[in-house]
């Protein structure tokens, strides 16, 4: 009886009850194979015109013809020269030609003569500052000024001079001090090394 088919709902005939819940199963089974989602996850269409692009393609085309052509004409060209040497040469007998040069030539003549006018005219005119009278009016204002002074000119600058000297002459004494006084203080440790290498010896020998 443990093996035998349990229903969930009681029923009069548990094996037509087994063959029963068996088609519901299968066919509830296809059901759910069969259904459509509700969310579309498909891949979205491809439309042609977005990956082949027809106007660029165009364009491209219309540009390689036309470097094909140039091309074409370049090496047209090219052997026609190698066949026939070439119908242009580099020679230019052209001169150049002005309708105003006649003039530009007078005006600038005109120029060149009052330039030279003007440098003579510079050359030729006296100056208007007298140097020597400037000298004598300075040498007559330098006699003024020695007469109203108080002291003698040139009194600042030798006392200035003096000054410079003396403190020339006191730094160098100054140093010459320094440096005695270095000396001594090297003398003096010398003789107290001098000493102490003495007593070390006595106090060694005792």
């Not at 309708?99 to 120029?111: I, P, S």
């Amino acid at each position: 009886m443990h093996r035998a088919y349990q229903p969930i709902l009681p029923c009069g005939n548990k094996y037509l009850q087994l063959k029963w819940d068996k088609a519901k199963y299968e066919e509830h089974k296809k059901r759910i194979q069969a259904a459509k989602p509700l969310v579309d996850t498909s891949a979205p269409a491809t439309y042609g015109h977005l990956h082949l692009k027809l106007g660029k393609l165009k364009l491209e085309e219309d540009r390689l013809s036309v470097i094909e052509r140039d091309n074409r004409l370049l090496l047209e060209k090219m052997s026609c020269i190698m066949r026939t040497k070439g119908q242009i040469d580099n020679k230019n007998d052209y001169k150049a030609k002005s309708l105003n040069g006649e003039k530009r030539k007078q005006e600038l003549r005109r120029v060149n003569q009052e330039n030279r006018a003007i440098l003579d005219r510079i050359k030729k005119s006296q100056p208007q500052y007298q140097v020597q009278r400037w000298h004598e009016d300075w040498q007559r204002a330098e006699k003024y000024m020695a007469n109203v002074a108080r002291y003698p000119r040139g009194r600042c600058k030798s006392q200035s001079r003096k000054e410079e000297q003396f403190k020339n002459q006191t730094s160098k004494q100054d140093r010459k001090r320094e440096k005695q006084l270095k000396q001594e203080g090297v003398k003096s440790k010398m003789k107290e090394k001098e000493r102490d290498h003495v007593h070390h010896g006595k106090g060694k020998n005792n």
